[in-house]
């Protein structure tokens, strides 16, 4: 891809997102449930770390008969006042981000009452699933092309934890590090009014997990977001949650990181997220 046209695609993209926020500020009831989730339904505040179940999240919350899916939005960080896109949220209307923790944007969702839910995965996972997003499922992102030269994919997972070079982005700008933004989203795990949610807990056997923990957790959100539903729709929900066709879907498969992982991939992870991923829960030690 030429830099004319990845600076066409980037342009394309900002204007795409600064639309759908206008639209998702004046959202506008056009059927029944509409209405009733206008008038009845939650806020949500639906917030991961990148590719870490953001979509599988999104679709389990559009999936409730109190939201409308399409008045679902992601916060865009591009557009100057993150946090006033906040103040507009209509009831029935989730908002997906990947926004660290601060004291500033927690007393805005309280005060705006908000259900605040952050969705965490294990970063070996979302390390695969990040590298084969970059160079097969998207195109225009800033990487791809620094992706895409590499000669393997075993070479691209290494690159990826290590960290790309900054000449290695467009304008030779690079944004903050995965480790450092990774890092300053641990305090939602502490915060009360957030209900920490597992990837592997809400894919279900699908991806690898367990129904009867996809069931409960589903039971969990929606009772965190105070609304109420029969055990019947929990479990018709939970059983439509998993969603191949999304555009940034690979597997979805609970621990696929043990088939790319060499023992090198293996010791640069631990120095760098070895402390990281001990926080999140997905290991006890270094002893992996």
Known sequence: MTKTKHAFLMKRRYYRKKIQYFLMRHVIPVSHRDL????????????????????????????????????????????????????????????????????????????KGFGILFIIRDLRDKAVSDVHYMVHKSTDHQLHRYFSSLNSDEERLMAYIRGVPEHCYPGGIRPKLWEDHTKSMLPWLDEPNCMTIRFEDLIG????????????????????????????????????????????????????????????????????????????????????
């Open 205 to 288: 056997s699908s991806g690898g997990g367990s129904d009867k923990k996809q069931i409960e957790t589903v039971d969990s959100i929606v009772k965190h977001i105070g609304i109420e539903l029969s055990q019947e729709e929990i479990q018709q929900i939970a059983a439509k949650s998993f969603f191949a066709g999304s555009r940034t879907f690979r597997k979805g498969q609970i621990g696929d990181w043990r088939n790319h992982f060499t023992e090198e991939h293996k010791q640069i992870f631990k120095e760098v997220y070895g402390d990281t991923l001990i926080k999140l829960g997905y290991e006890k030690d270094y002893d992996w």
């Open 36 to 111: 009733k989730a206008f008038h009845t339904g939650p806020k949500v505040f639906a917030n991961s770390i990148p590719k870490a179940g953001t979509n599988l999240l999104k679709r389990t919350l559009n999936l409730l008969p109190c939201v409308v899916p399409w008045w679902t939005y992601h916060i865009d960080e591009t557009i100057p006042g993150i946090l006033d896109q906040l103040h507009t949220v209509k009831n029935g209307q989730v908002v997906t981000a990947h926004l660290p923790w601060s004291k500033s944007l927690v007393e805005i969702l309280i005060s």
